[in-house]
């Protein structure tokens, strides 16, 4: 499940790759993000419409247990906008080879702290 999760996450950098990004996802998915738009054809549509980074999410740390896996990440910094980088916590359920359900809570990463613990 782990490498099923990175192996998307991976994906989402590359340029059109809609098909190479539905092979990862149950025709059910279901994305825990309020404000988007519900299932997994709007999801796709989503990542095609956006800009692709140069890079993929710069994972830091990666827990798995049974069906989960929890993925905190590093986002490149977001063109046309003064934000260095997005942290990412990614909490997915994989079934069966497939993610069926994605937890996502995504921050801009502060430019400035008043301690040194960091995001990451």
Do not use: C, M
């Amino acid at each position: 499940n782990k490498l099923r999760v990175l192996g998307y996450l991976e994906a989402l950098s590359q340029e059109d790759n809609s098909q190479g990004i539905a092979s990862f996802l149950h025709p059910d998915f279901l994305l825990r993000q309020p404000g988007l738009t519900a299932g997994r054809e709007a999801w796709i549509q989503r990542l095609a419409k956006a800009r692709r980074r140069p890079e993929a999410p710069q994972v830091e740390r990666v827990v798995a247990q049974n069906d989960l896996v929890w993925v905190l990440s590093r986002v490149p910094h977001i063109l046309l906008q003064d934000v260095p980088e997005l942290a990412s916590a990614d909490l997915f359920r994989v079934r069966e080879g497939v993610i069926v359900e994605q937890w996502r809570v995504v921050q801009p990463s502060p430019r400035f702290s008043r301690n040194e613990n960091g995001l990451f």
